[in-house]
């Protein structure tokens, strides 16, 4: 019987392939066929990781390009019921003679050769897109010079187009209402906590922009002195060091912890993965310091306790996914004919740091004193601690030699031994 289910599995004729199968899906289509690969997780809303944050993200994204163009100083973000979204900005609007392609085309964008957004978060002419094309409900509506051109689409596809005066300040709108859609966003729900420190980080990295949430102002003045103030658990053993320099800030101390926590952002995107300039900062930060105090300090011991962030802009970056959680860029800005070998990114965060750190550190002795005070107690704790493991090994290895059992175990593994009496296994009566 198995013998004849088998050769019955043979004689199977194969599958039809052919020119039918062969599809081609539109932008939209591909989408809301494959929305991981353009949005990540799916998820309900319950982690920051979720794709309805990344959503709004995509929205606020654009937004804040404006801001660092010098094109409106605040957002208005409203979430109602925990399941729609609108974004209001007071940039330049987006061109109204490409709004419909600049919504719903794929690959379609105004940041693709660099002239009107030198260092922007969105350059692949997707976000926004995705946001229309997993939406139930999407609005957008571009105030220019007197005119509002304004557009409805319904799960990525367009439904109505309209045209008026109107007296409202220059900028853009974009409402939207995730899909429901079993595939999509069946039970998502925005968690307020989650939407507040995403606007927070925007807040962090852009000092000046005024974001009103739900019809509350956020606001940084200090950038990312702030954020290391705000999520720092444990308190600052000296004031925290925050330096700035063109197309790079960095905040950081030393607190009563252990590890190393790190904040890391590029164009305002929070790289919650880290990436090539994370590393740069790890590298020569602990180097800086090291040379500072002219002392052979392990790296782990500087680092030991440290809270830092940076924020990089940089040109054109490369991120490793396109939820952009990841840095992948070496170079601070593509090569060109003008530029063919721009500075690397280690180079630049190590150059700002040797100089900017290695100076704070000279003209700030009390601050100084107070590192090297926390390194030294890092260095002595590893000391003792690597003292009391190699402690246990070794009374772990004499144990081992003193445990009558172990020790049979080892004389008479081998099948030509004989066992000797008190070995051998008793018989049961």
């Known amino acids: 019987m198995e013998e004849e289910n088998i050769f019955s599995a043979q004689s199977q004729q194969p599958v039809d392939y052919n020119d039918d199968n062969i599809r081609t899906l539109s932008g939209i289509e591909h989408i809301r066929l494959r929305p991981g690969m353009y949005i990540g997780r799916l998820g309900d809303g319950s982690l920051a990781e979720d794709g309805i944050y990344v959503l709004l993200k995509e929205v606020i994204d654009n ?186 800030e960095i905040a950081f101390t030393h607190a009563n912890q252990y590890g190393e926590e790190y904040y890391s952002f590029v164009n305002g995107q929070h790289t919650t993965q880290g990436g090539t300039h994370q590393s740069a900062f790890k590298e020569h930060i602990a180097r800086t310091i090291k040379d500072f105090y002219q002392k052979n300090f392990e790296y782990v011991d500087i680092r030991a306790g440290i809270v830092a962030a940076i924020a990089l802009n940089v040109e054109e970056p490369v991120f490793e996914s396109q939820t952009k959680i990841k840095l992948g860029s070496t170079n601070m800005a593509p090569a060109t004919p003008e530029n063919p070998q721009p500075v690397s990114i280690n180079k630049y965060v190590g150059d700002f740091i040797k100089l900017e750190v290695d100076n704070y550190l000279h003209k700030n002795s009390d601050v100084a004193d107070a590192m090297l005070q926390k390194i030294q107690e890092s260095e002595k704790e590893r000391k003792a601690m690597a003292g009391v493991t190699k402690l246990a090994r070794e009374r772990a290895k004499k144990a081992n030699l003193h445990n009558r059992k172990l020790r049979d175990c080892r004389a008479y593994s081998s099948p030509r031994a004989t066992r000797p009496a008190e070995a051998l296994p008793r018989a049961v009566t």
Do not use: C, W
């Open 63 to 248: 937004s804040i390009d404006e801001f660092k163009m010098k094109a409106g100083d605040r957002i208005e973000v409203n979430v109602d019921e925990q399941l729609r979204v609108s974004v209001r900005d007071y940039g330049r609007g987006i061109p109204q003679g490409k709004l419909i392609e600049a919504v719903s085309v794929l690959n379609t964008g105004g940041k693709y050769d660099s002239k009107a957004f030198k260092k922007s978060i969105g350059l692949n002419g997707v976000g926004v897109k995705a946001v229309n094309a997993l939406s139930a409900h999407f609005e957008v509506a571009s105030y220019r010079d007197g005119k509002v051109r304004r557009a409805v689409f319904e799960k990525g596809k367009l439904v109505s187009d309209t045209t008026e005066d109107t007296q409202d300040e220059n900028g853009t709108y974009i409402f939207f209402e995730p899909d429901t859609d079993p595939t999509l966003f069946p039970n998502y729900r925005f968690h307020d906590d989650i939407v507040e420190t995403m606007l927070r980080n925007y807040t962090y990295l852009n000092t000046g922009l005024a974001v009103m949430y739900n019809g509350r102002r956020i606001l940084s003045r200090r950038g990312l002195e702030d954020l290391l103030k705000d999520r720092m658990s444990a308190d600052a053993l000296y004031p925290i060091i925050h330096l700035q320099g063109e197309d790079i």
